[in-house]
């Protein structure tokens, strides 16, 4: 690691020109924020017919360097014939931004988002960039954990340039475990006392003292709960500049009478707001709450650094309020290295497998590799280093592996001793009614309840206490029902006729329990008329362990405003919802509990048909032969099609048996020699099945985006369900999908009937 001496507050634009190496990506560790890395290089002269990129992960932090670059301009935000004095022309690129394209400017300035979505286009000027530097990348690492487009971001900039680009990643809180090429040691790194404790509702305490007093306090916090403790016991409300994400304020919104002030002396600010925010109170009063036995209240020491010094003037005193992790608590891998990596060199797997559910637990430490048709697997550096950092952080604080972290930018832990105490809030659901009416101004503003609010069907099975029937339609009636409170916070909406359907049958134990048990009985004999006794009883046994909590969430997914299924896809099929029951039973629930008609558009036998089409062929109408005689046969053969290695006759022996099979099913000879010579030596009896599912996935993504693009595209919802469409409640003359002729065979015929 390369150490590089800053003397100075803010860092020279010759230290940011050393970081960056022509051909190479440097990951920076610049140890103090707020030391002008960013500006530095967006001041760094960029060469004739040259361009510079800068990529952060959040709109705010963008949106944040185009106000300081309009505002030093002296020009309005809203002023779009801007015209650029500065010695660097920029353009900002994120949602709803001005510029639209890369003419005129040195400097180009993207949220991650945008960056990637706009690669067509910034593959036009690949050759025109020096430099690219990843701001913030600490946060593009934590956020990869749950945006797919931040996952493996820094390979997927190296990769979009030349080798001659110089890149850099820069954080002053990397990940404790991740590399760091460069370290800058700055002259200018004043102490920082951070005080500790456990108890909230003391915390709590000092906190109102502060307001009392008028001092100026920051609060950060993902608990509504520690904003409610806060608000007036008579009347529940609470003035302050409220700087949080959605959910935050919502939850926030239904257990007090929000009043937001921008001059207020108290700023609540959530994870959203750790970076990208300048907080300019001077003095200012610093209290973080942490609590390590819930995800979304589990941060890290950086994420605290990277708060505290959101408070540009200093903060007078600072408090972190921290529970520790629930002596339940287990860790999920005794060394996640070790047992990532052997699970993806076992051969014995196949890769469609290891990405079932089956296997959940590696599922956000491996990254899909996508070639053409094939999917390979590699481990996902950054989620395990995120992993051993959340294991090492949840030790007793302070703890031994933040030392290094701490002398690097000067910070002491004073201990207040106190006993760990939490504190309990729960939302009334009277309460939230009257609260969310109370707040619908403010929540207008931000539109955080907008018109196309939508419903999240969560997995409530795992949860304490929601484990009988009657437990899980309780809890999902109290999901809907919350929901539909919050989508009505105005007095203003109506409950559709889907909406009140499911919150009949979820508020009643035995109308819910009739369900299920009607369910039950049209899956046991479906199963029984097409499988065999022992394969019947596997799939029936396996349905009726999730029975209660599949029927809850297929009514939670017609409560929905468009029907739709949360996807749950494993290589290139889609396992939601409506793949977890038949047709029939799909059919049953639409039309007879909703009153919805359903239709589904599947391809005309699949799988053969796609094969078929991969050698320029259509199937012939009698392939199945008269009354589709063969079909169960031919479909079992299939699934099975390869060298078994366990048989005694030899591989010349089986290719014979094999070809000879082929011809007894009249395959086609040319589809046949494909047959043999891509999958019959196949690793995994799954490849056929895999290889033909790429195409399937093709072919079905392109009628529904043909559906959807229809002028008059009129229904309820449209969902996959493996090899066909099902469209709920249409009104559109769909008769075209017999004439639909996918872009990847061109020629071909009778996909759908």
């Known amino acids: 690691m390369k150490i590089i001496k800053s003397n100075e507050k803010y860092l020279t634009p010759e230290i940011v020109e050393e970081c960056f190496e022509k051909g190479k990506l440097t990951s920076v560790d610049k140890t103090v924020t707020g030391n ?162 456990k108890d909230r509702k003391e915390t709590i305490a000092r906190i109102k ?96 650094y990277q708060a505290v010094n959101r408070c540009r003037k200093g903060a007078d005193y600072i408090e972190y309020c921290r529970q520790e992790v629930s002596d339940k608590h287990r860790e999920v891998f005794r060394d996640i290295k070790k047992e990532v990596y052997a699970f993806i060199l076992d051969d014995k797997i196949s890769t469609e497998k290891k990405l079932s559910s089956a296997y959940k637990k590696f599922k956000p430490y491996i990254i899909k590799v996508h070639k053409g048709k094939d999917i390979s697997l590699k481990m996902n550096r950054i989620a395990i280093n995120l992993y051993l950092e959340q294991q090492m952080y949840n030790l007793q604080f302070p703890q031994k592996g933040i030392e290094e972290f701490s002398n690097d930018r000067n910070i002491e832990f004073h201990k207040i001793e106190t006993m760990s105490k939490r504190i309990k809030t729960r939302t009334d659901r009277e309460a939230a009614i009257q609260y969310l009416f109370t707040n619908r101004n403010e929540i207008s503003k931000r539109d955080s309840i907008p018109e196309d609010y939508h419903l999240n069907v969560n997995n409530l099975w795992s949860k304490d206490n929601v484990e009988t029937s009657t437990q899980i339609a309780y809890a999902y009636w109290k999901e809907l029902d919350m929901f539909l409170i919050e989508k009505n916070y105005a007095n203003d909406y109506t409950n559709t006729e889907r909406q009140d359907i499911a919150l009949s049958i979820l508020s009643n134990p035995l109308e819910f329990e009739e369900l299920c048990d009607h369910i039950l009985e049209m899956f046991i004999n479906s199963k029984k008329s097409k499988h065999s006794r022992i394969k019947a009883k596997e799939k029936i046994d396996n349905f009726k362990k999730y029975l209660p909590t599949t029927v809850a969430q297929l009514l939670m997914s017609f409560s929905r405003d468009k029907i739709s299924f949360d996807e749950n896809q494993v290589a290139w099929r889609n396992y939601n919802l ?41 199937l012939p109408d009698d392939f199945y032969g008269g009354d589709k005689k063969n079909k169960v046969a031919m479909n079992v053969y299939f699934n099975q099609f390869g060298y078994d290695k366990t048989q005694r006759l030899g591989k010349a022996q089986q290719k014979q048996k094999v070809k000879k099979k082929l011809r007894e099913f009249n395959i086609d000879d040319d589809v046949a020699i494909w047959l043999i010579d891509n999958f019959f030596e196949s690793e995994f009896r799954g490849d056929l099945f895999n290889h033909i599912a790429y195409y399937e996935e093709q072919i079905i993504t392109e009628l529904i985006s043909l559906i959807y693009d229809d002028d008059n595209c009129n229904n309820q919802g449209i969902a996959r369900r493996h090899d066909s469409v099902i469209v709920f409640g249409n009104e559109d003359n769909l008769d075209y999908i017999s004439d639909f002729v996918p872009r990847i065979f061109p020629g071909t015929i009778g996909w759908f009937k």
């Open 36 to 197: 002008g890395f960013s500006t530095g290089f967006l001041n760094l002269k960029v060469r004739l017919g040259r361009m510079h990129i800068i990529i952060a992960p959040n709109r705010a932090v963008v949106e944040e360097k185009e106000k300081a670059y309009l505002d030093d301009l002296n020009l309005p935000l809203t002023h779009k014939d801007k015209v650029f004095h500065s010695e660097n022309r920029m353009k900002f690129f994120y949602g709803k931004s001005f510029d639209s394209d890369f003419d005129d400017a040195d400097v180009l300035v993207f949220v991650a988002d945008s960056f990637i979505m706009r690669g067509d286009a910034i593959k036009q000027i690949a050759h025109r960039i020096d430099k690219v530097l990843i701001d913030e990348v600490h946060s593009v690492h934590q956020q990869s954990l749950y945006r797919s487009i931040l996952v493996d971001f820094e390979n997927r900039v190296v990769n979009r340039f030349t080798s001659n680009v110089a890149i850099v990643s820069v954080t002053a809180t990397p990940i404790l475990f991740a590399r760091v090429d460069i370290k800058i040691q700055n002259k200018y790194t004043p102490k920082q006392i951070i005080n500790y404790s």
């Open 209 to 304: 003292e502060d307001i009392d007093n008028g001092e100026n306090v920051v609060l950060f916090t993902n608990n509504a709960g520690v904003v409610y403790n806060l608000s007036d016991k008579n009347d529940r409300s609470l003035e302050a500049k409220f700087v949080v994400g959605t959910n935050l304020f919502n939850g926030i919104g239904k257990k007090v009478s929000l009043i937001h002030n921008e001059s207020s002396k108290l700023t609540v600010v959530s994870s959203r707001g750790f970076e990208g925010f300048d907080i300019t109170y001077k003095d200012a009063r610093c209290y973080f709450f942490e609590d390590r036995s819930s995800g979304y209240e589990s941060f890290s020491i950086g994420n605290l």
């Open 578 to 618: 409506a793949t977890k029951i038949g047709m029939s039973q799909l059919t049953e629930i639409s039309e007879t509990i909703f009153n919805t008609k359903i239709d589904e558009y599947d391809i005309a036998s699949c799988y053969p048909r796609i094969m078929y089409a991969i050698n320029g062929k259509n």
